[in-house]
């Protein structure tokens, strides 16, 4: 429960509840604190219990847990049937953007020259100027119509 807690900060925190509550009155303090985390942790429980109760026994293997998003995501993660690791490893992020900075600068790429259409083998020179279409090629102008 007070796992990242330090030395320094339960001394300060100590030293804080002498000085709030009195040496006389704090270890009636610290018996009414764990009475009520002990409660709380029995109502907890008892929810936890009723709420399986209720679900059946489909889902015996359900933990409350799960429903944390992180831990639901880390265990899908973990699940070979899903093949999402294939995924994952088949996505070289670095090798994506080595391919759209090769292109931006103009140099040639191994997968760029391969998979692209067109006559510039897949690279964009952005030094060129646009071509314009020629005049037949555009479409009929309405000044009305704008």
């Known amino acids: 429960m007070f796992n990242d807690i330090g030395p320094l900060e339960l001394v300060t ?8 509550f009195g040496p006389d009155k704090l270890p009636k303090v610290i018996q009414d604190v ?4 002990r409660k709380i942790r029995e109502f907890s429980e ?12 489909e889902f015996k293997d359900f933990e409350f847990e799960d429903l944390n998003p992180k831990t639901f995501i880390r265990k899908q993660l973990d699940n070979e049937d ?10 070289d992020l670095k090798k994506e953007m080595a391919e759209v900075t090769d292109a ?29 279409p020629d005049r037949d090629d555009r479409p009929p ?3 009305d119509a704008t």
């Open 13 to 20: 925190l100590i030293v804080l509840a002498v000085l709030v």
């Open 34 to 37: 764990t009475r009520t985390i």
């Open 46 to 57: 008892s929810a936890k219990q009723d709420i399986r109760e209720e679900l059946g026994p």
């Open 82 to 91: 899903l093949g999402l690791k294939e995924i994952r490893n088949g996505f």
């Open 104 to 132: 931006v600068h103009g140099r040639d790429s191994d997968t760029s020259s391969s998979s692209s259409s067109g006559s510039s083998g897949g690279r964009i020179d952005m030094t060129k100027k646009p071509e314009t």
């Open 141 to 143: 102008f309405d000044a």
